[in-house]
């Protein structure tokens, strides 16, 4: 098992910058892709961006890519997504999760969060 918490979530106005964390506890982290996901009021659910397990690797959804970045700490067992330049069409309940492989397709993630809320304001 893995346990995972986000924080960092909130409200922020458009053009502004929030910092998620996503800390795990259970099994080796180091041992997990990792990945971001979003999920707006009647939308399903979308992938946002995933890091590779030594963090070597990344990638995003078009739709953030140049304004978000993820990253990890396998010593502090932490993964993060720094988002700069919001939009409102980023709110979202944020979710992270763990997977073995690296993918970016969400039914393949073992483990989630409980997610955490972005309102970015116009």
């Known amino acids: 098992q893995v346990q995972l918490v986000e924080s960092g979530g909130g409200l922020v106005q458009a053009g502004g910058s929030l910092r998620l964390s996503c800390a795990a506890s259970?099994?080796?982290?180091?041992?997990?892709?990792m990945g971001w996901f979003r999920q707006a009021p009647g939308k399903e659910r979308e992938f946002v961006a995933r890091i590779g397990s030594s963090g070597s690797y990344t990638s995003y959804a078009s739709s953030v890519q140049g304004r978000f970045t993820i990253s990890r700490d396998n010593v502090k067992n932490t993964m993060y997504l720094q988002m700069s330049s919001l939009k409102p069409e980023d709110t979202a309940v944020y979710y992270c999760?763990?997977?073995?492989?690296?993918?970016?397709?969400?039914?393949?993630?073992?483990?989630w969060g409980q997610g955490t809320q972005v309102t970015v304001s116009s």
């Open positions: 999760a763990a997977s073995r492989p690296l993918t970016t397709d969400a039914r393949r993630y073992d483990y």
């Open positions: 259970g099994r080796t982290f180091s041992n997990y892709a």
